[in-house]
Nanobody
């Protein structure tokens, strides 16, 4: 059973930085899509950044050049380094994983992802 446990959320002022962590356990495959999604009340969960096992990294346009996704295989941990944070980045952030093949058009869509963490809140004040 794949389990994802996020940490690292918190409150920060605009322009600040945070690093989210997601410890992944129970996943044994070589092929994966692992990423970060976020959601605010009343809105759809949206893809923020995804790391594919072949080395591709995909980012939402709204966070490109500000957020960086990475993975430490030795620690089985996925990270999201967030810089130059804006109030509109305020959301619950979720770690997610998908296996098998995901069409590139849908990698940042929440639908292919079967495994989810419990979420960690990020609040950015102006």
């Amino acid at each position: 059973q794949v389990q994802l446990v996020e940490s690292g959320g918190g409150s920060v002022q605009a322009g600040g930085s945070l690093r989210l962590s997601c410890v992944v356990s129970g996943y044994t495959g070589n092929n994966y899509y692992m990423g970060w999604f976020r959601q605010t009340p009343g809105k759809e969960r949206e893809g923020v950044a995804v790391l594919v096992s072949d080395g591709r990294m995909l980012y939402a346009a709204s966070v490109k050049d500000r957020f960086t996704i990475s993975k430490d295989n030795a620690k089985s941990t996925l990270y999201l380094q967030m810089t130059s944070l804006k109030p509109e980045d305020t959301a619950m952030y979720y770690c997610a994983a998908a296996t098998g093949y995901v069409d590139s058009r849908f990698i940042l869509s929440r639908f292919p992802y079967k495994y989810w963490g419990q979420g960690t809140q990020v609040t950015v004040s102006s």
